[in-house]
């Protein structure tokens, strides 16, 4: 069976639930033993069936079972947002005098945690170059628990080679973290060398801008003990109707994601030949450093991409920025709309490499709307740079 197929059924068992199609919303905090012994029994094993709510339900094990189908894992667990995900996954392998090897394209907030939280508890973060590939073997210290990778980058849009990571990371004992949230079903991370894989569920899986989720996904059992009892011990449990919204944007992503991928790439290429635009950072594009990497690794694209302008005065960015009809700003991405967000200065933070374009950087997400909708906003957006520079 193909993915697109797979995923309609993934995590669905009706002949359970009276023969609904959907999986139900089990509501539930206390959960009710029959007898002192089958509590007692349900003690030693805590993630065998259902116990206590902030363990997982059946919506849960329904989530993580079709998401652990998505990304080609033996099993994940869900959380409560994207960031969640990646501390709970961090966490889980680290302790104080422990070093992690973070890609200096990561998401700022996961960023923002080794510089606090791993700081703060003797735990030392080295931030390295995206394309170091094999490379990477000479960052490796004995003390290395954690090679976390995110590809492409956020903001910079950098593709990384994964296997080459992932064999040096593993010649030298370490645990291979990916944020797979732009590959979402397009990056098979347990064929890749990958050991352990995010989504910020929140983005496409969701997909309509309405809920924070995260899941972790592993090919290995003794992995997903490790990772749940980190994630329950911080109580970084989604909630039902989250869970229940994940579940139904899975269904619809194989297509949704097909329209915003092609959406991007007409967009990119139409930007690519404006005469304000310097560069696009979209790995579909064959003029991206990293499109032949993204072309052996990934069956697709998602919808979000950056572009470089030329120089220019920041008032006639922000008026640019301000009038969309479509391309909205907003955080987050992977809902049915476009958006933008401006990300020159300190948005993006890079310490292993020198991110300093001469211009002002953007980053598009391309929605569902009708694409000659979207290039004709896009068009009287340079009107205005044009008008106010
Ligand atoms: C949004 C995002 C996250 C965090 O997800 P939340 O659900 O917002 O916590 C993590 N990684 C990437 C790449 C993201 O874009």
Redesign the pocket.
């Known amino acids: 069976m193909k993915k697109e197929t797979r995923i309609l059924h993934a995590g669905r068992h009706p002949e359970q639930f009276h023969g609904a199609v959907n999986p139900p919303v089990y509501h539930a905090s206390t959960i009710l033993h029959p007898s002192v012994a089958a509590m007692e029994k349900s003690g030693k094993t805590p993630f065998v069936g259902v116990r206590y709510g902030r363990y997982g339900t059946p919506t849960t094990f329904a989530l993580e079972e079709a998401v652990a189908e998505l990304e080609g894992g033996a099993r994940a667990v869900a959380t409560s ?3 969640a995900a ?1 501390t709970g996954a961090l966490m889980a392998f680290l302790k104080a005098g422990d070093h992690v090897l973070m890609t200096d394209g990561a ?1 700022f ?1 996961t960023r923002k945690f080794c510089d606090s939280v791993l700081a703060g508890l003797g735990i030392e973060t080295t931030y390295y170059d995206p394309l170091i590939g094999a490379g990477i073997a000479a960052l490796m210290r004995p003390n290395t628990r954690v090679v976390f990778t ?1 590809s492409p980058g ?1 903001l910079t849009f950098e593709i990384q080679d994964i296997p080459a990571i992932a064999a040096a990371a593993h010649a030298g004992g370490a645990v291979v973290m990916i ?1 797979n ?2 590959g979402v079903l397009n990056f098979q991370p347990f064929t890749k060398g990958v050991d352990v894989s995010i989504q ?1 569920a ?2 496409y899986i969701v997909g309509h801008a309405d809920a ?1 989720l ?1 899941t972790i996904t592993v090919a290995d059992p003794d992995l997903w003990l490790r990772i749940k009892t980190s994630v329950a011990a911080f109580g970084h449990s989604p909630g039902s109707e989250e869970m229940y919204l994940g579940l139904r944007g899975l269904r619809t992503l194989p297509v949704r994601l097909k329209r915003h991928a092609a959406t991007a790439l007409a967009l990119a290429k139409w930007l690519e030949a404006r005469p304000e635009v310097d560069r696009v950072l979209y790995p579909p594009l064959p003029s991206d450093p990293g499109h032949a990497l993204w072309q052996r690794d990934f069956d697709g694209a998602c919808g979000l991409f950056g572009v470089i302008l030329k120089p220019v005065a920041k008032n006639a960015l922000d008026a640019m920025l301000d009038g969309y009809d479509h391309f909205k700003l907003g955080f ?1 991405w992977g809902g049915f709309e476009s958006l933008v967000i401006p990300t020159t200065g300190h948005a993006v933070v890079r310490t292993a490499t020198d991110w300093s374009p001469a211009g002002p950087s953007l980053r598009f997400h391309a929605g569902l709307e009708d694409v000659d909708d979207l290039l004709a906003d896009l068009e009287k957006g340079f009107e205005r740079l044009a008008c106010a520079g």
Request: hydrophobic share 30%; net charge negative.
């Open positions: 947002s994207g960031l990646i998401y907030p995110e956020s944020d949230t732009w910020a929140t983005k924070m995260g987050s």
